[in-house]
């Protein structure tokens, strides 16, 4: 469908007014999430680390449902079988952006990520694999280094890109020193598993806004020559709204648990306008 830009801004302001009034939308699992890495096990070993392909769709997929698996029984006093992970939205994320193609190389110099080719390879060129990247590597790696998920710190390491190597970080170490704060609201969120379902969103939608902070002032600069027009003029509406949904965050009466499962959800409308 075609999108206006002039409406992008009006939409984001506002859709999490009417989202409040909308249903639940089933789940979906991922495209191909029984097939991804479900243990580290599953994963490539050399010199007693596991290695990462996290440029391949499979291989990045797996980090979200280990992610899911072994912060499983921290939910289960809200609901069984998981269902109330909020960590389930990463997931999600990134089999809409496999599902509608946006990991493929979009320059199509190359097969990566194009179904004639390649299907399962997220090409670098990508904005949105890019962007996603962080999006997996530091929720996951942050969960790692807070001993969540029984590996010690430097037993993870990521493999890079085939270009743009600088403009990543691919084990704990490296990450926190290329984004300490982030990587601190993230271990943050895991360290607060004993707190009320309310203030476990609080503290991920802490780590989430951060992030996007981090891609608008820091990231950002660079990924946006990757990123067509309209979307590059959609995301930096996305960013500039934040600051107004921080004040209406702030408002005393504003009701904090439908607030942030209304802004994911918001987010999760906007991508199916873009489909």
């Known amino acids: 469908m075609t999108f206006h830009l002039p409406w992008a801004c009006v939409i ?8 409040g009034r909308a249903s639940n939308t089933p789940d979906v699992y991922p495209p191909l999430w029984k097939e991804s890495p479900g243990q580290f096990s599953d994963y490539k070993v050399e010199d007693g680390k596991y290695i990462i392909n996290i440029w391949h769709y499979l291989e990045r997929l797996g ?3 280990i992610l899911l698996n072994k912060t499983a029984k921290y939910f289960e006093k809200f609901a069984p079988e998981n269902e109330q992970n909020i960590l389930w939205g990463l997931p999600v994320h990134h089999g809409w952006q496999y599902r509608t193609g946006r990991l493929a190389d979009p320059t199509q110099r190359t097969n990566c990520g194009h179904e004639s080719g390649d299907y399962l390879c997220i090409s670098v060129d990508s904005w949105w694999a890019d962007v996603n990247y962080y999006l997996s590597a530091m929720p996951f790696l942050a969960a790692v280094d807070s001993g969540i998920m029984g590996i010690s710190s430097d037993n993870i390491t990521f493999l890079p890109p085939s270009k743009d190597q600088t403009n990543f970080c691919y084990n704990v ?3 926190y020193s ?20 309310e203030d476990l969103l609080k503290y991920l939608w802490a780590a989430h806004i951060y992030f996007l902070n981090l891609t608008s002032y820091t990231i950002f600069p660079y990924f946006h020559l990757t990123l067509p027009y309209s979307l590059e003029s959609f995301s930096i509406c996305l960013f500039t709204n934040m600051s107004t949904m921080g004040k209406y965050y702030d408002n005393e009466k504003t009701d904090k648990k439908k607030f942030y499962w209304i802004m994911f959800k918001s987010i999760l409308y906007i991508e199916r306008l873009l489909d």
């Open 173 to 175: 170490s490296s990450c």
């Open 178 to 197: 290329s984004f300490p704060e982030t990587m601190k609201k993230w271990n943050k969120f895991y360290q607060s598993y004993s707190s009320s379902f």
């Open 12 to 19: 984001i302001g506002c859709i999490f007014v009417s989202l």
């Open 63 to 65: 980090t979200y449902k």
